[in-house]
Structure formats: C-alpha cells, structure tokens
C-alpha cells in the first residue's frame, strides 16, 4: 500500500512538473513572439531619447510611486487574508499579509506565477502543506483576475471608451455570478465566495490596481496624460500582461500600453514604464528575498475553535452536534453554543445559560466577523432574543416549540378527546409500541428510506436525518403492526429534556400510529422523572394568527398539519425567534436557512460523532 501510494504521488509531482515546463515553453514563446511585435512596432525609436526621459524623473516621483506601490503591495497582501479566510484555513493575519507581498513580489518577476507563488507561501508559512500552499496560490490568481477584470469592465463602462459594450456585457456576466453565490453557494465540491468577500476581493483588486496605475502615472513626463486616460489603458496592458505568463508581463504590457496610447511619445512612455517596473516588480523582489531566505517563522494556526469534547452545550437538541454538520463554538468558561454556518452567516442554534448569554453574543460576533459572515441566532427562546435585542439585533419572531410536563400529563380530559380517538384507532387496527434497544435494526432503514421518497428527501441543519450511529445516542421507539416494524420516534436526551426529532413511518402504518408513539414516549419519560417532553418546534405560519403570507407558505411547507398533530397532544406554547444584523442580514439568514433546511449537504461519511457532556452540570 506504501509503495502504491508513493507511486501515485511521485506520477502527480511528474504530471504537476509537465504541466509547468509546458506553460514556461508557452511563455517563452508568447514573450518571443511579443519583443519581435515590439520591435517592429518601435521602428526609429530613438534609445537616447528614452534615457534622457528616464533620467529626467525626479525624485519627488520616485517617492510619489513608491508611495502608491507600497499601497498596491498592502492591499495585495490583504487579499491573501481573505482568500485564506474563504478556504477556512486560519493563521495569523500579519504573517498571511508578509507571505502574500512576498509571493507576489517573487512571483511577478521570475514568472510561473504558480508555481513560484506556491513555493514562496509554502516557505514563509510552515504550517501549511505544499498543496493547501498551491491551492491558495491557484485561488489567489484566479480570483484576482476575474476580480481585475470586473474592475477594467467598470472603468471602461464608466468612461465610455470603445470598448464600452465589451465592458457591460462583462459587468453583465459579473452580476449574474453574484446571484449564484446568493441562490447557490456551494456547487458539488466548490463553494463560491460569499458576498462579503467578494466585496472585500473587489474592492482591494480596484485599490491594488488603481494605485498601481498611479505609480505608473505619476513617473511620466508632465501633463503627458490625465490619469482617467492612463487608468483603462493600463488594465488593459495589466491583464495581457497576466494571461500570457510572462514575467511581469514582460512584452505584452509594453504592446498592448503602446498602442492604447499611441497619441504619446514613445520614448517617454516606454521610460516611465522602466520606471516603473524598477520600482513595481525589481525593488520589491530584492526586498522580498531576505523574508524568502529566512522564512516567517514557525507560523501556526490561527486562533480556531476547541475541540467540542472540551465544551459543554446547554441546548437539549444538542445531539444534532453528532451528524457532523453543526458545530460548537466556545464562548469560554468550558461553555458553548451550537453553530451553523452557511455562505453567508454563522448562526447559532438553541440558547445558553442565562449568565452566558452577553459572553456568548460577543463570542459569536467576532466570530462571524473573522470568518467573513454575519452573526445570527435561531430557535432562540424569549430571554435570549431580549438581550439580542438590546445588543442590536433584530428580532423575529418564527414560531413555536410544544413541550408537555409528563408527570402532569393525562389523558383524561376534554381537550384531549381528540388523541383519545386516535389512539383508540391505532390499537383498534393491531398496533403495539415498544423500546428499540441499544441497537436499531435495519428495518428502521427501510422506514426511513420510503418516508424520505415520499416526502422529497430529508430535512437538514437544525432537523435530525437518519443514521444509526446518530439514533444509538437517542431513545428510540418502535411501532409494529402484524409483526412488522411500521414506524419509529426518536427523542434527543440532554439537560433534563427529552426532544422529538425524527418521526418516520411507512405508507401501511394505521391511523394513529404516529399518536401512540408519543404518548409511549411521554409515559416513559415520566417513569424516567424527565421533567418536560418537548414536542419541537412549528413554524409561525401555522398559526392563525400569523400574517397571511406566512400561513400559506406554511400550508406549502407541510408546517400546518404539524401544528395539527401536536396540538392533538394540547400541549403548552413557547415562542421561538431569530436574531439578524437588521433588515437586510435577517432576509440574507432567513433564505440560508431555508436552503440549508431543505437542501442540506450529504452527512459526512464518518460521522465520528460528538463527544462532549451534552446534559446541563
């Protein structure tokens, strides 16, 4: 097994190198065909024309340029920090920004921008592998020339030059990519940037390449040309120059800038632009070496969450941890909360103890914030959603959880005639209800797997979905009927509290199965002395009360029959909210997670597990 994967890493490492020996070929072709393009196009150049232009820079242009190249170098280094953030993978920031400078410096001027960006991200953060190091080398490239592009379609759409109709229909295909990042963030394996970064990526790309441009600006000769004119030319030669892999672009920025602004005298616009790549691409690779040869240091991780068997969550729906797709974010003091995260937003599910809820709130707003999302709470209950409130959070009200106290719980009384009816039903037709046991047989799979082709597939995030090893934490109840398993309820146990979570029968299950099933839950949970069943949550639309638009998005959703088979049970009401930044990040949250509820990604194959005291200390 070694040798076989030492094969197939040695055939990748071969394939890798290929790859770049033939892009250096294509390069070097491409730069051979654009210095004899240049040379024809420089036919009576006059070389002492072009020395004396270049001295002719003075030194408050020097400095003037390097100015604006140290904040084209600065925004270049940033961009590396959002990049790093969108593939989550946290280090320090000052070292991400050194790294990224110093990349780009070596990478610019040597050329096989890859492969050399690679090597120097590799070298200047130890702890990342020469792939994550390709990887981010490969995002960087890749989204800053679409992002350069974007930024050359603005401006020349804005000023109107002849290649305006280009230019929007470019900005056409741009916003067209920002609506799939919204309605679709994760496509198969790639998951787009979200919309905060993408604006981060597009404004530092405007600021790289603006102050890039100025440096070049300011270094020709006086009232040549205004900076408006210079700007479209310059992106223009700036992109050429980036496609063909040239080192700096070496011979086509020159061609391209030349003929954009043929009306200038050759001499000085070719001195400006030695000029500038003195100051541009030469004097910041000499400077990068020194950080290249000695490295940043050992650099490591970032600041990044706990283990999750090192907190203790207060939430009895915390068992969702165990599929794998929730998370739990430490708020300090051994505590925590469950987190989700979507494209676009960190939110937290559940509650808190009330002494932690000021912690908690702060906690998750620098999260959000570090990760490039917008903090959000959901399923929140009355105290939470008043101190999120006084935070500065917009509070919505979404619904309602049903919760019985068992030892109060009888069925004897009017307004349970109604469950009376169908349990009767239910044991009329043969139905018997037992404990499944530590182990869940497979014809619970079978139960599940018709439930989920009925009913379009299972819902996911703050939902359960089926899984053995997620059930084994779980009471399990078993309905038969004739000898066959017919459906099954689990409850989530944790801090006191037993939970309804899945609830999963076949087409031949009897009237009232689903109803003797949770009256068995409540009996045992009474013998057991658990102080409240919580029968989960209903959507606000199912209520009568609720504006129109919700009740029939709930009738669509399936939320109203919900509320009609708990309210059989006259069970006691407790509001539930959800907390946003404002009305523009509670829409945002609100459709991520609709989406996150009813498409949620495949459950991760291991399924480790969640090891953590999920039961209130």
């Known amino acids: 097994m070694k040798s076989k994967s030492l094969g197939c890493s040695t055939a990748i490492g071969r394939s890798f190198v290929a790859r770049q020996a033939g892009r250096i070929g294509l390069s070097l072709g491409i730069l051979g065909i654009c210095l004899a393009l240049l040379a024809q196009r420089l036919a009576g150049f006059d070389p002492a024309q072009m020395h004396l232009a270049f001295m002719a820079v003075s030194a408050p242009q020097w400095g003037i340029s390097l100015c604006f190249v140290t904040l084209s170098y600065a925004a270049i280094g940033q961009y590396d920090v959002l990049i790093m953030r969108h593939l989550a993978m946290p280090h320090p920031q000052a070292k991400v920004r050194l790294a990224g400078i110093t990349a780009l410096a070596i990478s610019q001027t040597v050329g096989m921008g890859l492969l050399t960006g690679a090597v120097a991200r590799w070298r200047m953060l130890p702890a990342l592998r020469f792939a994550q190091a390709l990887r981010i080398t490969f995002a960087v490239s890749v989204s800053f020339l679409l992002a350069a592009v974007v930024m050359a379609a603005a401006t020349h759409a804005v000023l109107g030059t002849q290649h305006q109709m280009l230019a929007s229909a470019i900005l056409g295909a741009a916003g067209v990519f920002v609506m799939l990042c919204i309605a679709r963030p994760e496509w198969g394996r790639w998951s787009w940037p979200n919309l905060f970064t993408l604006g981060g990526m597009l404004a530092l790309a405007a600021l790289d390449v603006t102050a890039a441009g100025a440096a070049l600006w300011i270094l020709l000769p006086s009232a040549e040309v205004g900076f408006a004119v210079l700007l479209p030319a310059f992106l223009l ?18 061609l391209v800038i030349l003929a954009q602004l043929n009306t200038l005298d050759a001499e000085g616009l070719l001195a400006a632009v030695m000029a500038w790549r003195l100051v541009y691409f ?19 991780a970032g600041p990044s969450e706990p283990q999750n068997d090192a907190t203790i969550v207060h939430w009895a729906e915390a068992g969702l941890l165990r599929q794998g797709h929730l998370t739990a974010l430490s708020i300090g003091q051994g505590q925590g909360v469950v987190v989700g995260r979507t494209g676009h937003a960190l939110i937290g599910l559940g509650g808190v103890r009330p002494q932690d809820a000021v912690r908690a709130l702060h906690h998750l707003r620098q999260t959000a914030k570090a990760e490039g999302r917008l903090p959000a709470l959901y399923k929140i209950r009355a105290r939470l959603a008043a101190q999120a409130r006084q935070s500065g959070m917009r509070v919505t ?28 039903k239910g044991l009329a037709s043969g139905v018997v209800v037992a404990d499944c046991g530590p182990q869940i047989p497979p014809s619970l799979h079978r ?15 703050s939902m359960g979905r089926f899984c053995p090893r997620y059930l084994a934490h779980q009471r399990v109840f078993v309905a038969r009927h004739l000898g066959r398993d017919i459906a099954f309820i689990s409850l989530h146990v944790a801090n006191g509290v037993w939970t309804l979570d899945l609830m999963r029968q076949d087409h031949a299950a009897p009237d009232g199965t689903m109803h003797l099933l949770v009256v068995h839950a409540i009996e045992q949970a009474r013998r057991s002395g658990v102080a409240e069943v919580n029968l ?82």
């Open 447 to 461: 139960i599940a797997a018709a439930w989920s082709a009925q009913h379009g597939g299972e819902r996911g995030f």
């Open 282 to 300: 030469a004097l910041p690779s000499v400077l990068a070496l020194p950080a290249l040869a000695f490295g940043a240091g050992a650099a490591q």
């Open 397 to 424: 009200k979404i619904g309602a959880e049903a919760f019985i106290a068992p030892h109060a719980f009888s069925l004897a009384t009017p307004s349970r005639a109604n469950l009376r009816r169908k349990l009767r």
């Open 536 to 617: 989960a949550a209903v959507p606000i639309g199912a209520f009568s009360a609720a504006p129109k638009i919700f009740r029939v998005l709930s009738r669509h959703g399936g939320g109203h029959g919900l509320w009609q088979f708990k309210a059989i049970f006259d069970p006691k009401w407790r509001p539930l909210y959800l907390a946003a930044q404002g009305g523009f990040g509670t829409a945002i949250v609100a459709l991520a997670l609709i989406r996150a509820v009813h498409r949620p990604p495949a459950l991760p194959s291991a399924n480790a597990g969640y090891t953590a005291p999920l039961t209130q200390t």
């Open 237 to 254: 030669a700036l992109l050429g120059g980036m496609i063909s892999g040239t080192p700096g672009g070496l011979g086509v920025f020159e």
